[in-house]
Nanobody, 124 residues
């Protein structure tokens, strides 16, 4: 059974940092394109970054580019999202998911596996 489990969310002040981790079981992440998504209250779930199976190929949404970094650790079968200079508008539930395609231009959904999400709240 495939499972993706996110952790690392919490409450942080504006300007602070958090690192989210997604642990995979039942699949080898190094064979999958993977992304991070977020859903703010009352809004649709949006992709914010993805990492291709092609080493070094990543994509970031404009809203997070330069502040967030996606990284794989294939030895641990995990993918992380390092978030810096957090803003109140980054408040959302964050999800990791496999995606069909990822390139420097963006991602395309496939038969995706999703985690359950972790809450990130940015507030004074």
């Amino acid at each position: 059974q495939v499972q993706l489990v996110e952790s690392g969310g919490g409450l942080v002040q504006p300007g602070g940092s958090l690192t989210l981790t997604c642990v995979a079981s039942g699949l080898a992440l190094d064979a999958y394109n993977i992304g991070w998504f977020r859903q703010a209250p009352g809004k649709e779930r949006d992709g914010i970054t993805c990492s291709s199976v092609i080493e070094g190929e990543t994509w970031y949404a404009t809203a997070v580019k330069g502040r967030f970094t996606i990284a794989r650790d294939n030895t641990k079968n995990t993918v992380s999202l390092q978030m810096k200079n957090l803003k109140p508008e980054d408040t959302a539930v964050y999800y990791c998911a496999t995606v069909g395609q990822c390139s420097k231009y963006g991602y395309v959904h496939g038969n995706d596996y999703w985690g359950q999400g972790t809450q990130v709240t940015v507030s004074p």
